[in-house]
């Protein structure tokens, strides 16, 4: 039933969004000052440092403009998938960009591996030290864990992969709550709607009112790559090229570095 749930929310989510960038930010290439506008798609846990990449990036450039959509890396693929006018993907999962490179969604020889993440559990801070390891989430004292749906959120298919294989995935499966992006994960927790859940280690750096429990085994899981590429419609080319070539410039590394990301 979970499951149906889930992925009933996935379609009105995917139909609704990717109706709001069409007749939202994809109406406007160039603003009313004559600018390009470029929309990067970027997966939710990237919010907090392209927020800053945007800043750096517009004060030195004055032509362009950045406008960011994000959600959920398996959305934002589906998006692109269905024509929506999107000039660059960043996703927290090599799996979203592989299946929009194969459907030469992706323009040739534009996409790479930009960063890398880790997947660990934070609880409120209110709850600190009850949890230490991925079998005290079965303790009664845990009645809701929070991860993003498996489905889209590759976070949420993280931790599946890492409870499956912990033997622990059919115990606690009952007791999850799941969420549209992994920033929604980290919100059910700060709020204490849920005892812990599964996000990234730059994630739970963010936010001073949840605390990592502790951080899962990296062996328990598929390493945790955010890959970036240009999508073949854009319609503005060159500065696209322009954004991708400066996303993986030392400037931009040191921003990305500063908000807890690592480098494959």
């Not at 931790?159 to 995935?169: I, K, Q």
């Not at 994630?203 to 240009?230: C, E, Q």
């Not at 419609?233 to 322009?242: G, I, L, S, V």
Request: net charge negative; hydrophobic share 40%.
């Amino acid at each position: 039933m979970k499951s149906l749930y889930s992925k009933a929310i996935l379609l009105v989510g995917i139909a609704a969004m990717a109706a709001g960038i069409a007749t939202g930010c994809g109406r406007y290439t160039t603003n009313s000052e004559g600018n390009v506008v470029l929309t990067i798609s970027a997966a939710a846990s990237l919010t907090d440092a392209l927020t800053e990449v945007q800043q750096r990036y517009e004060s030195s450039h004055d032509s362009i403009k950045l406008r960011f959509n994000f959600a959920a890396s398996g959305t934002l693929q589906q998006q692109i998938e269905q024509g929506a006018p999107i000039d660059i993907f960043l996703s927290a999962s090599e799996t979203n960009m592989d299946k929009l490179v194969e459907k030469q969604l992706i323009a040739t020889g534009k996409h790479a591996n930009l960063l890398s993440n880790s997947l660990v559990v934070i609880v409120p801070k209110s709850n600190e030290g009850a949890i230490t390891r991925l079998e005290d989430l079965r303790s009664p004292g845990v009645v809701k864990l929070a991860i993003g749906i498996p489905e889209i959120v590759p976070a949420g298919g993280y931790a599946v992969e890492a409870l499956t294989g912990a033997g622990l995935w059919d115990a606690l499966s009952t007791k999850t709550v799941q969420a549209k992006d992994v920033r929604q994960v980290l919100q059910y927790v700060e709020t204490g709607n849920v005892e812990a859940g599964f996000v990234y280690k730059t994630d739970a750096l963010a936010s001073n009112r949840a605390d990592i429990a502790f951080a899962v085994d990296p062996a328990s899981y598929k390493p945790i790559v955010y890959p970036i590429g240009v999508v073949r419609a854009t319609k503005h080319r060159k500065e696209a090229d322009e954004v991708f070539d400066y996303l993986r410039s030392d400037e931009a590394m040191d921003i990305f570095r500063k908000y807890g990301f690592e480098f494959p």
